[in-house]
Nanobody, 116 residues
Framework: QVQLVESGGGLVQPGGSLRLSCAASGFTFSGYAMSWYRQAPGKTRELVAIITPTGDNTNYAGSVKGRFTISRDNAKNTVYLQMNSLKPEDTAAYYC?????????WGQGTQVTVSS
């Protein structure tokens, strides 16, 4: 079965950096696009970044463009989200996602808190 396991969240000061990881299993990772979403308290879940199966194309939400970078290592079945210049408004639970056979799969999420 498809499993997505996020890690790397934590507490960071404004302006700091974090790298999130998502380890995938149960499907042919290199054949599927991968995404990162986030959800802040009281808000709807929003798409942060998406990467194509080969990693040659990426797209970002306007609020994170230029600060966040999505990447993947198909040999390790892992997708990453490098987050730089973090702001308090980036505080949220971050989720890894893939759409496999028309079904959305999600990890359990990892909390990112940006605060001084």
């Amino acid at each position: 079965q498809v499993q997505l396991v996020e890690s790397g969240g934590g507490l960071v000061q404004p302006g700091g950096s974090l790298r999130l990881s998502c380890a995938a299993s149960g499907f042919t990772f290199s054949g599927y696009a991968m995404s990162w979403y986030r959800q802040a308290p009281g808000k709807t879940r929003e798409l942060v970044a998406i990467i194509t199966p080969t990693g040659d194309n990426t797209n970002y939400a306007g609020s994170v463009k230029g600060r966040f970078t999505i990447s993947r290592d198909n040999a390790k079945n892992t997708v990453y989200l490098q987050m730089n210049s973090l702001k308090p408004e980036d505080t949220a639970a971050y989720y890894c996602n893939t759409r496999y056979r028309l079904v959305d799969f999600w990890g359990q999420g990892t909390q990112v808190t940006v605060s001084s």
